[in-house]
C-alpha cells in the first residue's frame, strides 16, 4: 500500500512539474525570446546611433507588471531580467546625450563657416543649409562609427544638390574633412559612454537569450 502511495504521490509530482514547466515555456521563456530576438535584430542600428529598447506593448512590460517572475524558481531568470532592465536606463541617458551633442556640434559647425558663391559674395553655410539642418542618415551613422569619409561623402552631395536648386556656387571655406573634425571633438566622449553602454546591454540581451534557448530545447527550468 504504502509503495503504490509513493508511487501515485511521485505520479503526480512528475505530472505538475511537466506542466509548471510547459507554462513557464509558454507564458514566459517564448515570449521573453521573441521579445530578445526583436531588440537583437535592431543591434546593428543601434551601434549606429539608433538607440536601443524593448518595444512598449510587448511581453517583458507585461511579465513584470503581473508579478510572473516573484516565485522562486524564477529567481535566475528575475534577476537577470532586472538587470536587462538596469542595463536599458542606463542606456537612455547616454543615448539622449549623444543624439543631443551630434546635432548642435553640427549645426555649430554650419552656423559658423563660410561658403563663397562664386560671385565674391561670403555668407554663413545656415544661410542655404538652414538653421536646422538635417543630416542624411549615412551621416548620422557615419558620426557614430567615427567614419569621416562616409560623413564627408554625404556632405559634399548635399552641397551639390543645395547649389543645383540654388542656382549658385557654393564653395565652404572649411573643408569637409574639418568640419567632420570639428564635430568629432565635441561629441567624442559622448560617443564612447554610448557605445559603451550600448555594448553592455546586448551582451546581456545574448547571453538571457542564449539561456533560454537552452531552457526550451532541453524543457528545463531557466538557469
Do not use: C
Amino acid at each position: 500500500m504504502g509503495s503504490l502511495l509513493f508511487g501515485v504521490l511521485v505520479a503526480h509530482y512528475l505530472q505538475q512539474k511537466d506542466k509548471r514547466s510547459d507554462e513557464d515555456r509558454v507564458r514566459l521563456y517564448e515570449p521573453l525570446h521573441a521579445e530578445l530576438a526583436w531588440v537583437l535584430s535592431n543591434k546593428r542600428s543601434a551601434m549606429d546611433g539608433s538607440g536601443a529598447s524593448f518595444r512598449n506593448e510587448g511581453p517583458l512590460p507585461d511579465i513584470i507588471a503581473r508579478g510572473a517572475l516573484l516565485h522562486k524558481r524564477h529567481r535566475p531568470l528575475k534577476a537577470d531580467v532586472d538587470e536587462l532592465v538596469r542595463l536599458m536606463d542606463a542606456e537612455t541617458g547616454p543615448y539622449w546625450e549623444f543624439q543631443r551633442l551630434r546635432r548642435e556640434a553640427t549645426q555649430n559647425v554650419i552656423d559658423t563657416t563660410d561658403y563663397d558663391d562664386g560671385k565674391g559674395n561670403i555668407a554663413r553655410l545656415s544661410k542655404v543649409l538652414g538653421a536646422n539642418f538635417g543630416m542624411s542618415e549615412n551621416m548620422w551613422y557615419a558620426l557614430t562609427r567615427g567614419d569621416k569619409e562616409l560623413w564627408a561623402k554625404e556632405f559634399v552631395g548635399i552641397i551639390i544638390a543645395q547649389a543645383h536648386i540654388a542656382g549658385t556656387q557654393i564653395v565652404p571655406k572649411t573643408t569637409p574633412d574639418e568640419m567632420y573634425d570639428a564635430i568629432d571633438a565635441v561629441i567624442l566622449s559622448s560617443r564612447e559612454k554610448y557605445l559603451t553602454a550600448t555594448k553592455s546591454l546586448f551582451r546581456k540581451v545574448e547571453a538571457v537569450n542564449a539561456r533560454l534557448e537552452a531552457a526550451m530545447e532541453s524543457g528545463s527550468r531557466y538557469a
